[in-house]
């Protein structure tokens, strides 16, 4: 397989959950390809049913129509070839220490022997600059740590590809922008695909390399374009997010300012 | 839109000379008084000291004898052998009971998580049966088990059983999606996801579980014993406070129940407290 060949396949896929009384459909055949090292953009509004694609591409939920390949191969299961970074500051185990979240992960699934997991996981969190942290307790963290920590576990499993679900939604506007450079400068460091959900257009436009647009509910894509470069300027950034915004909203680029952050 | 004067832009220089304090450590008496130890061995000096005053005003050894006289009576039955004896009987046929129970628990609850119906059976058991009180079920389960330690274990075991269920079915269905997501992506077995993911994510109900279990057992253990203490050979606590009571030796009556409020003391601020802090205390799981 060469870096051109997609890596994922997500074709024609209908999404469809149960609610108590209603049966919803979340997306309606999307279809998009994800090559090795993208850093693919899932964009779109609340209730586009973005957030159940990556479920859906974690495993957790089967499509009704289309397919989801990895690999060439169909998704019918959770599995640590696919980590999953969630939004909610609860993902960490509160039982566990911040190394000890991460060595669980990777011999959980098998993926390394105690030794080797130790080693690893210092060897990630040293990456995103937690090892002083190493034997806390997740609740003593502030929010942009946990997350970080999440980050780290989700790139010592080194999975084909990561799943971000708006893994820095949660935090406040001045963490979430060291946290795209920190996303990005990790990136450049080991060239992961991730698979990255947000609802955020100058996020889209700032972390990915690609980005997927998605019409709200149910979810359709609108437009697949290219991301911006990291050393885009401002300007060129922000014709990028006013182009977007027209796209997604159906209104004439330029007018008003964006609701979005 | 009037037209307002321009407000200049301000920096400050900011220095900590000259600050009164920074971090100091708290002094000793507040150090002590944050001990719940301490606060605790305040409480019952307290409740001791109240005793010893009512009763010495009271001056009647018949109906409330005195904290002194007491610690006397509980001395004596030490040293007898009469009340070591009866504890450990008792605390035998508890910890039979209280196992069995857990056990019987775990295996409902496991068939509650695993199944619909399992979950639909715990549920419809638990309301028919927890309401009712345990020491209701003695006399038939005399009538099943004979006068002996079987009928005492099966009233046990129905103390125990509901409210560990109960307790730690909530608990299962509590953990956040979020970390059971977690858990199965890292592909963690069927037993691995209930060993490593739902137990300690469920602790602090199995621990409540476990705690009035652990209550309700006694309670009713004694209970038996005093409505019914004959029923079981040699006797334990509750015979020996009922024997008592019929030769009118009330301090020894007292000291019987004074055994068992040091058990019931001792249990929970040695093992449970100590499990809580821990495990989920120094998790963040309770404050």
């Known amino acids: 397989m060469t870096d051109s060949d997609p890596l994922l396949q997500v074709d024609g896929v209908t999404l469809q959950y149960r609610t108590t009384d209603h049966l919803v459909t979340a997306t309606y055949r999307v279809s998009f390809e994800v090559r090795t090292a993208d850093r693919f953009v899932i964009l779109g509004p609340s209730g586009c049913g973005k957030s159940t694609l990556l479920k859906a591409v974690g495993g957790f939920l089967r499509p009704v129509e289309g397919r989801i390949l990895l690999g060439g191969v169909t998704i019918d299961a959770p599995g640590p070839d696919r980590v999953l970074v969630f939004q909610e500051f609860d993902q960490l185990l509160p039982w566990k220490t911040v190394k000890d979240n991460i060595t669980f992960a990777l011999t959980a699934s098998r993926t390394l022997s105690n030794r080797e997991a130790d080693a690893r996981a ?7 600059h937690l090892t002083p942290f190493a034997d806390s307790y997740p609740h003593t963290l502030s929010g942009g740590m946990k997350q970080r920590v999440a980050i780290a576990r989700g790139m010592a499993m080194e999975p084909r590809i990561l799943l971000m679900d708006e893994p820095f939604a949660a935090l406040d506007a001045l963490t979430r922008t060291q946290m795209q450079a920190e996303l990005l400068r990790l990136w450049d460091d080991t060239r992961f695909t991730v698979l990255f959900v947000t ?19 149910p979810g359709q894509v609108r437009a697949e374009l290219a991301g911006g470069d990291p050393d885009d300027s401002d300007e060129a ?20 300012r964006s609701q979005h952050d | 839109m009037t037209e307002r004067p321009a407000r200049p832009d301000v ?42 005053g009512y009763a010495r005003a009271l001056d009647n050894a018949l109906l409330f004898p005195t904290l002194s006289s007491t610690g006397a009576a509980l001395l004596a039955g030490l040293a007898s052998g009469d009340l070591p004896r009866a504890a450990v009987y008792t605390l035998g046929v508890l910890l039979k009971g209280y196992a069995a129970g857990l056990l019987l628990a775990a295996l409902l609850t496991a068939l509650a998580s695993a199944t619909r119906l399992g979950a ?12 009712l009180p345990s020491i209701a079920l003695l006399p038939l389960a005399l009538i099943w088990f004979g006068l002996g330690e079987g009928s005492v274990i099966f009233v046990l075991i129905h ?36 060993t490593r993911i739902l137990i300690p994510g469920a602790f602090p109900s199995i621990l409540t579980g476990l705690k009035v279990g652990w209550a309700f057992a006694w309670r009713t253990l004694i209970a038996a014993e005093l409505v019914f203490g004959v029923s079981s050979g040699s006797g334990g606590l509750g015979w020996y406070i009922f024997e008592r009571k019929n030769q009118l030796l009330i301090p ?9 409020i040091l058990f019931g003391l001792f249990v929970e601020h040695a093992i449970f407290k ?11 799981m309770q404050i």
């Open chain 2, 11 to 52: 920096v400050h220089t900011v220095t900590t000379t000259g600050l009164d304090v920074v971090e100091r450590p708290l002094g000793a008496g507040a150090r002590l008084w944050a001990s719940g130890a301490v606060r605790k061995t305040l409480v019952l000096a307290a409740l001791a000291g109240l005793w010893e």
């Open chain 1, 237 to 256: 950034r922000t014709a990028r997010v006013a182009h977007i915004d027209a796209l997604l909203f159906d209104r004439p680029a330029g007018s008003g």
């Open chain 2, 252 to 260: 020894d009556v007292f000291a019987g129940l004074l055994t068992v």
């Open chain 2, 120 to 131: 639909d059976l715990l549920e419809t058991l638990t309301a028919m049966f927890n309401p």
């Open chain 1, 122 to 128: 210092r060897h990630y969190l040293d990456k995103v």
């Open chain 2, 274 to 284: 100590t499990v809580e802090r821990r495990t989920i205390r120094r998790w963040g």
């Open chain 1, 199 to 217: 609802h955020s257009i100058p996020e889209a436009v700032r972390v990915g390399s690609r980005i997927l647009l998605l019409s709200a509910h």
């Open chain 2, 159 to 194: 103390a125990v059983l509901w409210a560990v269920a109960l307790n730690t079915h909530a608990g299962f269905r509590a953990v956040s999606p979020t970390l059971r997501m977690v858990g199965r992506n890292y592909g963690l077995s069927p037993a691995g996801y209930l």
